[in-house]
């Protein structure tokens, strides 16, 4: 995602003009049938207006209260419109700008017979064959089935870096509207036109496609509920009112029953949903459905590779261990020099910590005669011969059949050092001068700064992580350890990786796990959160309901911590939202009945002005509090690692005591103001 997407303001001046223009256009009934609450508002409004023409036809009532109660019901509704016109706008921004990645470029088709011919990007079809050489933008999502190319990502990934792509591998996926950079490749088509990444990406960030989630629908049929029942309670006041020698006007009726539903959650679940979701687009995550988003927010367990995850990916040289008889720095100076022709991420390490260490700087050694030998697969060792000195590193074991076949002795203290750093959960290399073996350069896997204290904070949240490595029980063992993690599984295959899935979920739990290659794609289609690495094959895209654009497997903790955050705030506003209905309680009942029942007015405990300033506040009170809640529905609630009970208690004397306590107060203002402007 470009950076222009991810920082969308919130109050963005143009999103703002369009979710104002769509909060109108959202009064069509198809779409607030969607709404039971809202709907059922819109119907209320609607009345309202009729029961003031009349009085304006008439000339009878209170035209001055009826007109601003009307007028106050239809805000209502716009401002719950516009909520969710909001929501939408930001991810149709995000839109926009994924759509200008997507241009009509020309494909180099390859026929039956080899032969290339141009084509537009759009007759393109699923298993054609294109070439792509270096300048040009890749016309269709595919897999490279021949070559290898450095490719510019950025339109997708916000990321400059280019990256490589390869046929025969995990990293042979490409997608349209990327572009190649060096070298040519031969694609093979994945997607028809309109199927794409790209397409799908701008689908899933435009919020008016987002369906409904189970625990959505769930909250709607609740809402749908409370209000039907609040329905026929007012349904029953006008009877009683008669029976008590007074009676109650359809706007007083209409105005009861909008403050006593839940109008608060029922104007904001929608853009709540869609927010959630809009979160995860900002941090480079793409959620194939709201669903997805929900169980993130209700995993129990997560599976976290170990390498590139949990540590950075490549073993570092953390200490020099001699043999008795030989100096540090001599066996650092030995490992620098045998290692000056290792490009690979260990080499280079042993050179730099040697230099830390000792000072000991890098030489070039082209004067001196010097023969670097490469590492093999058959000699497990490298190193460089000298004309005075042959110098290797490697294995242990292939170390000391180097020594012995020298002519030299092999130390006992030795293996003990080579036991010692395995049993850490680090890797040994043993160095050698000629006959001497000097002792071992403990290379150790570096876990990622901070790692420990978000797996402490996972475990306060319930949730309990599990390390997945290739290697051996006591290496797995150590990291685990020195991580925190709560368990691991080592020697990993993809079929233990789905025995566990399913172990899990057998035991009620919801699982979540990312992958990036084929062999990933059963676990990832198993778990309930499988992300997909967009650098990874097609296969373990399609196989998972999230693509993380970053390829950072990382950011599957922040995934889990959205979609909590998406629950806790759903469950915030529908606390806040019901305990409001105390505070209009305390202002309509009274001022409904005091005339036929005097008494009531020692329930009218915020002595409020009249009883029109009474009600016509808390109608006002109802359509403002939803504004005010919008950056609070599109932003979530602060999350914060607790527990769910913590949670429940944080919710209930925050949102359940604020949300009878702030009503009161507003309530009381409005009715204020309203005297002073003589409007009630």
């Not at 025969?168 to 088509?189: E, P």
């Not at 927010?275 to 995550?285: E, F, I, K």
């Not at 000792?358 to 010097?370: D, K």
Request: glycine letters at 8%.
């Amino acid at each position: 995602m470009t950076d222009h997407a991810r920082q969308v303001s919130m109050w963005d001046g143009a999103i703002v003009r369009q979710a104002t223009v769509d909060a109108f256009r959202k009064l069509d009934p198809r779409v607030q049938l969607r709404n039971p609450v809202m709907c059922l508002v819109t119907a209320g409004s609607l009345l309202t207006t009729l029961a003031l023409g009349q009085e304006i036809a008439t000339g009878t009532g209170n035209v001055l209260f009826t007109g601003q109660v009307a007028v106050w019901l239809w805000f209502t509704v716009l401002f719950a419109n516009f909520a969710e016109a909001m929501a939408e706008g930001r991810g149709k921004a995000q839109a926009s700008t994924l759509r200008r990645t997507r241009t009509e470029t020309v494909a180099h088709r390859i026929d039956a017979d080899g032969n290339t011919e141009e084509v537009s990007a759009s007759s393109l079809r699923k298993g054609d064959l294109v070439r792509v050489s270096a300048g040009e933008f890749i016309p269709a999502d595919g897999e490279i089935v021949e070559g290898v190319a450095s490719v510019d990502e950025s339109a997708i990934t916000g990321e400059s870096a280019p990256v490589i792509r390869e046929s025969g591998g995990d990293r042979s996926a490409v997608t349209g509207g990327t572009r190649v950079l060096s070298d040519v490749i031969v694609v093979r088509v994945t997607a028809d036109p309109g199927h794409t990444f790209l397409d799908r990406m701008i689908a899933l960030v435009e919020g008016a496609q987002r369906q409904k989630t189970p625990n959505e629908l769930a909250l709607g049929i609740l809402l749908a509920a409370l209000s039907l029942v609040f329905l026929l309670v007012v349904a029953t006041l006008e009877p009683f009112a008669r029976y008590a020698g007074t009676s109650i006007s359809v706007p007083v009726l209409v105005a009861l029953l909008v403050c006593l539903i839940p109008t608060t959650i029922g104007a904001l679940i929608s853009a709540i949903g869609i927010a959630g979701m809009d979160r995860l687009v900002q941090h480079n995550v793409l959620a194939m459905s709201g669903r997805a988003v929900e169980a993130a927010g209700d995993v129990d367990t997560l599976l976290l590779d170990k390498t590139g995850t949990i540590t950075l990916g490549d073993r570092q040289a953390a200490e020099f261990l001699p043999v008795s008889g030989v100096e540090e720095r001599e066996l650092a100076e030995a490992a620098q020099l045998a290692s000056l022709a290792d490009e690979t991420p260990e080499g280079r390490s042993i050179v730099v910590l040697a230099k830390e260490r000792f000072g000991l700087r890098a030489r070039t050694l082209e004067p001196h005669e010097a023969t670097f030998v490469a590492f093999t697969a058959q000699t497990r060792m490298s190193g460089v011969d000298l004309p005075a000195r042959r110098l290797r590193k490697g294995a242990a074991e292939a170390i000391a059949t180097h020594v012995r076949e020298l002519g030299g002795r092999v130390p006992t203290e030795l293996t003990a050092l080579v036991d010692r750093v395995s049993r850490s959960g680090g890797t040994p290399l043993v160095v050698a001068d000629d006959t001497r073996a000097l002792g071992v350069i403990h290379l150790k896997d570096i876990v990622k700064g901070g790692m420990r204290q978000r797996f402490d904070a996972l475990r306060a949240m319930g949730i309990r992580t599990v390390m997945i490595t290739g290697d051996n029980p006591v290496t797995a063992e150590a990291i685990a350890r020195e991580a925190g993690v709560d368990d691991f599984l080592a020697e990993a295959r993809p079929e233990d990786k789905m025995a566990l899935i399913k172990r899990e979920q057998a035991a009620g739990k919801l699982v979540a796990m990312t992958g990036d290659g084929t062999n990933d794609a059963p676990a990832l289609a198993q778990a309930d959160v499988g992300v997909a690495m967009n650098s990874g094959t097609t296969a373990a895209k399609e196989a998972g309901n999230m693509v993380d654009l970053d390829s950072n497997p990382t950011k599957l903790i922040e995934i889990v911590e959205i979609g909590k955050q998406l629950l806790m705030t759903r469950g915030a506003l529908t606390t806040f939202s019901i305990a409001n209905d105390v505070a209009k309680y305390f202002a309509i009942i009274p001022a409904m009945f005091l005339l036929a029942f005097p008494r009531l007015q020692a329930l009218n405990v915020m002595r409020l002005a009249t009883p029109e300033s009474a009600i016509l506040s808390a109608v006002i009170f109802n359509a403002l509090i939803i504004i005010v809640l919008i950056p609070l529905a599109l932003r979530g609630v602060r999350y914060t690692p607790l527990g769910a009970a913590a949670v429940l208690r944080r919710n209930l004397l925050v949102y359940g005591l604020g949300g009878v306590i702030v009503p009161f107060v507003g309530i009381k203002a409005i009715d204020m103001v309203l005297v002073v402007l003589g409007l009630a």
